[in-house]
């Protein structure tokens, strides 16, 4: 940028959500377009910033910045002040105040509006070059080895600088100034297709892969973080072909589409959602299906929603250029279980049997970043999943704390590293189920901790024995571990991004946690802050016949309710799933439930919805996490509530407790009855809702805490958080939910984190 003729110098203060959100990046942006010079950074209190130009520049950039907030920010005061002009060129990131402490790496984005251009430009010497970087996008945190974050401790290492490519790099005035991922087609990576094993494809490699995609193949394509899976979405044919193959039954596949307008042709999207699929971090978001929808019914069976994502790189706008597919299949390239594969030799072994190519290339990845995933709940962002184009941001938190590790649960792993009040968590790693993804958690946490130079004191890790990330914690880090009760570190999760201090009551409804009483937690009301708890109410109690095979199979849950509420005459009754059971499967099932052997305690909420949808005959058995649940919701979107059913709250033992028995059976007279089951799927929602906004009620009675906290995985429900946060608020309760982690296990070490910073011991 030249000089500017300037009128007025502005410093401007701005506090609220404003860090670790792409709020600096932002401002940046923003200044450019207004022709203004100065700087920005982040201190102890938010983002300071001066800003010179001219007088009508200066009050667009300023309202601008209200409506034009990265969707992640909430924008508190901002307070402006005129200060003296100071000439000079240029707008820049500058290093932060006080209290920030080290740089943070920054997060992957992807290809700018001007590289865009670049890319299709046929005079350009970039043209259609699947590379093309400058220093305002690209890949950052997936390539960067080491810190400082220069290009001999990237991945680019090995890709010396043409002439040309030097020039540029060499030019302050130039927008690929110091750009660490440079390079064009003289200098820089190359794309191949080659078979299953490694073996070049004649042709060039794009052509030839749109070619195989066109044709319904399955092509792995080599993104930013790792391998996707990639097949044609209006080809029911080719995309069964990849279910079968990948062994995905029923769970919905990720889409790519060219733009917003791409979208828009098979989904319903609004400004917000526009926002999240138009932004540098190229999320997939979660949209309403479109009754009409050119896509193959296989993408998607059993939901409303699609999951649809922008292109994140330039190879991946090269794919879908000149409208040739309506939409691209992009789910993660991995077998069952296993995290994304993301190196050469690694994607050829795990997925030659399902790819037909692989469309690959030799820039590196250093570390694997899956997608991330956003729905909208109430006009904002709601993470299901928090990964790539958002890691490494920090959360800010309340206060400063000593310096801690934490490896999350079970679940959606995700570690956690803390300097001062700052919170850095890790991208999603996956299920630690095996030991892929063990050492994939242990990778990410070492790598963290040398980008970050954070060199923690403490390790905090599930009251789980037998989780692997227990196992982790307390034999492989050398770190005196601190163990945080699952459902305590959800209500500290939601509170930490909220920055709240105090007392809360936290509504924390997940599927699993482990209880201090040896029971399975799930439907909990807990009063507490990050010093401790008390757990003030929960769902009744009901046993878990077969332990985890009731997570499998939700009719087993189905069947415990209806004992609970019918006693013997639940087992005459015609459940789906049971009574396709031998007479000997049978009496076993019994046995688990009268006499309570393999059959926990559980008050899980999670466990409750799945047996509801059994109960209501959606899904009996499942073959991914949460999809009975998932169904539910989806069906009670097509009903209307038919009447209020009875959810009594009594007290026991202590406690709240909200009985669900009088509600199963008033659910079996509704079926009896033919009741439409999305009516009563609806009713359902509405009563858990009722019963939930009751036991906090008698928990501000008692505390006089007017302030709520919903955390777990249940509140991915929108259905159900819209109508909880809704009805809370209407009865004089302050509501808070996620923004800035998800609900479920994957927000859960941010929690972890800072009750171990805390406190320092077993909670």
């Known amino acids: 940028m030249g000089p500017v003729s300037t009128s007025g110098r502005i410093r401007v203060e701005i506090d609220g959500i404003v860090q670790g959100v792409g709020f600096r990046p932002f401002i940046y942006r923003l200044a450019q377009r207004h022709g203004l010079s100065g700087w920005v950074c982040n201190t102890p209190a938010g983002v300071l910033l001066e800003a010179e130009g001219g007088e009508e520049a200066l009050a667009a950039f300023l309202d601008e910045i209200r409506q034009e907030a990265p969707p992640l920010a909430v924008v508190g005061a901002l307070r402006s002040t005129a200060i003296p002009l100071s000439g000079g060129t240029g707008f820049a990131i500058v290093a932060s105040g006080a209290g920030e402490g080290r740089a943070e790496p920054p997060p992957d984005s992807d290809v700018c509006t001007d590289c865009l251009r670049e890319l299709f430009d046929p005079a350009d010497r970039r043209y259609r070059y699947p590379f093309i970087t400058c220093t305002n996008c690209g890949p950052r945190y997936s390539i960067i080895s080491g810190i400082p974050y220069d290009r001999p401790l990237t991945t680019m290492a090995g890709f010396p600088l043409c002439a040309a490519c030097r020039s540029e790099y060499e030019d302050p005035a130039d927008r690929r100034f110091h750009a660490q991922p440079l390079a064009c087609p003289v200098c820089g990576p190359r794309l191949r297709l080659v078979d299953a094993g490694g073996t070049d494809l004649p042709g060039d490699p794009l052509d030839r892969a749109i070619g195989m995609l066109a044709e319904g193949r399955i092509v792995a394509v080599k993104g930013v973080g790792g391998y996707h899976l990639a097949v044609d979405a209006a080809n029911g044919v080719a995309v069964a072909e990849l279910r079968r193959r ?107 049997g399902i790819a037909d190519a692989f469309l690959v290339h030799d820039r590196g990845i250093r570390t694997r970043v899956d997608d991330s995933v956003i ?24 206060a400063g704390q000593p310096s801690v590790l934490a490896v999350g649960a079970e679940l959606k792993g995700a570690c956690c590293l803390t300097r001062n009040d700052r919170a850095f968590m890790s991208q999603h790693i996956g299920d630690l189920q095996n030991v892929a993804t063990l050492e994939s958690l242990a990778e990410s946490g070492d790598h963290l901790q040398r980008l970050l130079e954070i060199a923690p004191v403490l390790v905090a890790h599930d009251l789980h024995p037998d989780y692997l990330s227990t ?36 509504v924390i409804f997940d599927g699993t946690g482990f209880g201090p009483d040896g029971t399975v937690w799930g439907g909990e009301f807990l009063v507490g802050d990050y010093a401790g708890y008390r757990r003030a109410g929960r ?69 409750l919805f799945d047996a509801v949808a059994a109960l209501l005959g959606v899904r009996g058995i499942i073959s991914y996490e949460g999809q009975a649940a998932i169904e539910l919701e989806a069906l009670a979107e097509e009903g209307r509530p038919s009447r209020g059913y009875p959810v009594p709250v009594v007290a026991r033992d202590g406690l709240w407790e909200v009985d669900w028995a009088p509600l199963i059976a008033a659910l079996l007279e509704d079926l009896a009855h033919g009741v439409a089951a999305a009516d009563m799927a609806a009713s359902f929602h509405a009563a858990v809702v009722e019963a939930a906004v009751a036991v906090c009620g008698r928990l501000r009675d008692e505390t006089g805490i007017g302030r709520v906290a919903l955390s777990g995985g249940v509140f991915q429900n929108r259905l159900l958080t819209e109508g909880l946060c809704s009805r809370l608020e209407t009865t004089g309760f302050t509501v808070h939910t996620h923004r800035l982690v998800p609900p479920n296990d994957g927000g859960l070490a941010l929690g972890q984190a800072i009750i171990a910073g805390r406190n320092g011991i077993c909670v």
Request: charged share 20%.
């Open 246 to 352: 990948k062994r995905r039954n029923d769970k919905p596949l990720a889409m790519m589409v060219a733009d917003v307008a791409g979208a828009a042709a098979i989904a319903v999207v609004d400004s917000m959602e526009s926002r999240l699929l138009a932004g540098p971090e190229r999320p997939i978001v979660l949209l309403r299906k479109r009754a009409d929808a050119p896509i193959a019914p296989e993408v998607a069976p059993h939901s409303g929603y699609f999951g649809i994502m922008l292109p994140a790189s330039p190879v991946h706008h090269l794919l879908l250029a000149d409208n040739r597919f309506t939409a691209l299949v992009m789910t993660s390239g991995n077998r069952s279980s296993e995290p994304i594969a993301y190196r050469e030799d690694e994607a050829l072994a795990q997925l030659a």
């Open 375 to 398: 729905r909208v709940f109430r006009g904002n962002p709601l993470f299901l999943r928090r990964s790539r184009g958002y890691v490494p941001r920090a959360v800010t938190l309340p």
């Open 471 to 506: 196992r982790f914690a307390l034999e492989r880090t050398g770190l005196p571990a601190v163990g945080v009760q699952h459902h305590h570190a959800h209500l500290a999760a939601c509170m930490a991004e909220n920055r709240l201090e105090g007392p809360t009551i936290g």
């Open 539 to 607: 769902f009744r109690q009901v046993p878990l016949p077969g332990g985890d095979a009731a997570i499998r199979e939700p009719y087993r849950m189905a069947l415990s309710w209806c004992h609970a509420a019918l006693g013997e005459a639940a087992f005459a009754l015609p459940l789906e799933g049971w009574t396709g059971l031998s007479d000997q499967e049978r009496a076993l099932m019994r046995q688990l439930l009268e006499r309570r052997i393999n059959a926990p305690l559980t008050s899980s909420c999670g466990r």
